[in-house]
């Protein structure tokens, strides 16, 4: 059983960084395509970055250049680095790994508040 674990999550000022950390168990993560979603109160789930097992990245159009997706596989680990955090940035933040044939794994999540 894959288990995904979020960290890092917090309440930040406009302009600040903050740094997700997402722990899986299992070696078998590190042939996953893993990313980050979020899901802000009354609106739907959405993609954030996605990294390939091979470190081909992908981000939402509304976070390029400011968050950053990383991935250590000796770890089981993936990063998402957020600088600039600003109030529509606030949601649920979580980890997902996901492989075509294969189940997809979700964590439980970890809050960002961005707020003055």
């Known amino acids: 059983q894959v288990q995904l674990v979020e960290s890092g999550g917090g309440l930040v000022q406009p302009g600040e960084p903050l740094t997700l950390s997402c722990a899986g168990s299992?070696?078998?993560?590190?042939?996953?395509?893993m990313g980050w979603y979020r899901q802000a109160p009354g609106k739907q789930r959405e993609l954030v970055a996605s990294i390939t097992n091979n470190g081909n990245t992908n981000y939402a159009d509304f976070v390029r250049g400011r968050f950053t997706i990383s991935r250590d596989n000796a770890e089981n680990t993936i990063y998402l680095r957020m600088n600039n955090l600003q109030p529509e940035d606030t949601a649920a933040y979580y980890c997902?790994?996901?492989?075509?044939?294969?189940?997809?794994?979700w964590g439980q999540g970890t809050q960002v508040t961005v707020s003055s």
């Open positions: 299992g070696p078998i993560l590190r042939i996953y395509t």
């Open positions: 997902n790994a996901e492989k075509k044939y294969r189940p997809t794994y």
